[in-house]
């Protein structure tokens, strides 16, 4: 057993922690506080900490800048439809190599593993002029697709390495007494690839939301979602640290919030199984 | 066990999949191979479909393609560095006996979750600018001159922002390893007397190297695409320019197509150098 450790050396250590943990976190709190200033307070020097007349009106100001609400919900129809979208596509397949494996399981895994690996760039232009030639270019129903695709790679795995816990017995059991493929899948094999399925949903809802290179380059104004109208405000414009600041805080809080329940699914999903 | 049956239905199951995503690096890629041949500048209707290797050979001999190389070995070093010993110091950090460790753990992983333009930016105005930025204050503060970061500094701040979201992976991932450390083995080491670095050395790095390796492959993987992060800073100037980022630029703004697939090619090609060995270790485990 481990040795009793003694309340000092504990003490000691969760400053340490504390003072990293604050360290990195401090960027957002920052982001945070500012969105809560005026203009002015926002830049003032020295700058104001917690002692400063809280204000609301950059959150209002954001919401009533035009395309905010657009984005805002081009962003949730992108990410959640290009991931249901996968779950749809990916479900079946993840199934199929977690319980009737064959010789290729192995090699069609590390094979779409290796897609999610194809740089980007690679396949800009002619993106873009498929795009055009379908007359999708900055539709959401494009960026649905194209997220779907870039991600797909990482929900199968997903969902494999979870499939793979669920034990095959049950199965072979549910079999013996007569369960078909349907009822296989709907009333054994459901219930119990809930959680894996539900996590593998969450971390792809991120990803998609957080997505930053198609978003930005196949969208102009229709589709644009939070990404692209984030990085409208490079361009300075007079004083705009506290509405920059509030515009920030309502595209990450949805997701940091979702991100903190993901925390152990980021791992399996990131890594491909690679580290346990 | 498995009946024909099954077996194709299982078949059945896995082909759409296969399929979209078979179209999906296939059309795209072959177009910018064929694309890559070619005289194409869409600006100046010029097409002539075969040129044979002069855009690589015009794309690889220019001065852009090579500061391009040397900026992304920069950046995907720098940042690499910083969020592997970091990484690995945070973990071991994070695993120590403490109070409130969840939450701890949450401050320190939220940065992974912020959209890469909301960093980007919010560093960018609110710590690196010179005339508000929090750090001119900090450098005011201590009777120094204020230090413009994103134009004396460029290639640091981009790294400092990058760093910032990759730092979390990193520790999340090592910790994981770390957390699966027979602790036994290192109490009998500090029993028999190791001390605290040579229990590091001998112990904790071996067995963290594995998780190591894996953080490093897929996280270059990710940052040799690094984008919004230059998009919305430096837009590419004072030598920040990745092989990415010139080869957005060649295809995108100056729409020399013909020039910028070929450096697309190259870009995959080399990003595929670095998946093999990503997908060798990837691949033996899904043996055990």
């Known amino acids: 057993m481990a040795r009793a450790i003694t309340t000092k050396q504990k003490l000691i250590w969760t400053v340490l922690a504390w003072t990293f943990g604050l360290l990195m976190f401090f960027p957002i ?17 020295p700058p104001v900490w917690l002692f ?55 090699d069609i895994l590390l094979w779409m593993l290796s897609t999610k690996m194809l740089p980007a760039v690679g396949v800009l232009y002619p993106l873009v002029l498929l795009a055009k030639w379908l007359g999708v270019m900055d539709s959401r129903i494009l960026l649905i697709v194209v997220l779907m695709l870039i991600n797909l790679p990482i929900i199968v795995w997903m969902l494999y390495t979870y499939f793979k816990e669920i034990p095959g017995e049950i199965l072979e059991a549910s079999r013996m007494d007569g369960a078909d493929l349907r009822a296989e899948i709907l009333y054994v094999l459901t219930p119990m ?70 925390q152990k699914q980021l791992v399996r999903g990131l890594t491909f199984g690679a580290v346990k | 066990m498995a009946t024909m049956h099954s077996r194709s239905a299982a078949r059945f199951m896995i082909t759409p999949a296969v399929f979209l995503l078979l179209v999906w690096m296939l059309v795209p890629l072959c177009m910018t191979l064929y694309f890559s041949f070619a005289d194409y500048r869409p600006l100046r209707a010029t097409f002539e479909p075969w040129i ?26 720098g940042i690499l560095s910083i969020t592997i010993v970091g990484g690995v110091l945070m973990a071991l950090l994070l695993d120590r006996p403490m109070f409130g460790q969840g939450i701890v753990r949450i401050l320190v992983i939220a940065p992974f979750f912020v959209m890469p333009t909301v960093s980007a930016l919010v560093w960018k105005n609110m710590f690196f600018n010179v005339d508000n930025g929090l750090f001119s204050y900090l450098y005011k503060f201590f009777g120094a001159q204020p230090f413009d970061f994103l134009s004396q500094a460029p290639m640091l701040s981009i790294i400092v922002i990058v760093s910032w979201q990759w730092l979390p992976f990193a520790t999340l991932i090592l910790l994981t390893a770390v957390q699966s450390l027979d602790s036994e083995q290192l109490e009998a080491a500090e029993m028999d007397g190791a001390p605290v670095l040579s229990r590091f050395r001998f112990i904790i790095l071996p067995h963290l190297s594995r998780a190591i390796t894996v953080v490093i492959l897929i996280q270059t993987i990710f940052l040799l695409s690094i984008f919004a992060e230059i998009f919305v800073t430096t837009n590419g100037a004072f030598g920040t320019r990745t092989l990415t980022y010139l080869v957005y630029q060649r295809v995108l703004e100056s729409q020399n197509v013909g020039l910028g697939s070929a450096g697309g090619i190259i870009a995959v090609i080399l990003a595929n150098i670095v998946a093999i060995f990503l997908m060798r270790i990837v691949g033996k485990n899904l043996d055990n």
């Open chain 2, 52 to 77: 044979g290797f002069d855009n690589y050979l015009r794309f690889v001999s220019s001065s852009s393609f090579w500061s391009s190389i040397v900026t992304t070995l920069w950046m995907v070093g």
């Open chain 1, 29 to 45: 709190l920052w982001t945070f506080l500012t969105s809560f200033k005026t203009e002015a307070a926002a830049i003032s020097d």
């Open chain 1, 193 to 262: 690839a809930l959680p894996g399925i539900a996590s593998t949903v969450l971390l792809n809802i991120i990803l998609a939301w957080n997505e930053a290179f198609w978003t930005i380059l196949l969208t102009t104004v229709n589709a644009a979602p939070l990404t692209a109208f984030i990085a409208s405000f490079s361009a300075p414009e007079g004083l705009f640290y506290a509405k920059l600041s509030a515009a920030s805080m309502m595209a990450i809080a949805p997701i940091l919030v979702m991100g903190w329940f993901s």
């Open chain 1, 52 to 106: 400063f007349d809280w204000t609301f009106e950059n959150y209002t100001a954001v919401q009533e800048r035009s395309n905010y609400p657009k984005a805002l919900m081009n962003s949730i129809i992108i990410a959640v439809g290009s991931t249901f979208l996968g779950i749809l596509i990916a479900v079946p397949a993840a199934w199929s190599m977690a319980f009737v494996p064959g010789k290729r399981t192995k």
